[in-house]
């Protein structure tokens, strides 16, 4: 399976106290070269309580079932480093727009602005 910034793949995705990992969706937000030098992707997390997660951090998919989701979803900035090799499915793909909003989520949660 090929793997790219902007794809949506169902993952273990790790809770927070890494007592255990629930397979959810979330975003592939690193690049070619960090799986290329490290056998890794860096992954965001998707939820569909979009509800809960209305804030400057996460950014609600506008079209989430055309990226490959079942319900309405949001992209949050949990953060994950984990093997290419845990990725049990590849669900779709976001645009470039959808893609400038969550890095836009990510600067604001990472306080990387200028």
């Known amino acids: 399976m090929t793997l790219r910034r902007g794809d949506i ?3 273990p995705f790790p809770y927070a106290e890494l007592t255990a990992s ?3 969706p979330a ?3 690193s ?3 960090f799986l290329k030098t490290e056998g890794r992707i860096i992954a965001a997390g998707i939820t569909s309580n979009v509800a809960a997660h209305r804030n400057p ?3 609600e998919l506008p079209d989430w079932s055309a990226a490959g989701l079942k319900r309405p979803s949001v992209v949050t900035s949990w953060l994950a480093s984990i093997s290419h090799r845990l990725v049990r499915l590849q669900l ?3 645009d470039r727009s959808s893609m400038r909003e969550v890095e836009d989520r990510r600067r604001t949660a990472m306080e990387l602005r200028s």
């Open 27 to 29: 975003l592939i937000v």
């Open 57 to 59: 951090t996460s950014f």
């Open 9 to 11: 793949v169902l993952i």
């Open 92 to 94: 779709g793909h976001v």
């Open 22 to 24: 629930k397979t959810r």
């Open 31 to 33: 690049g070619r070269a």
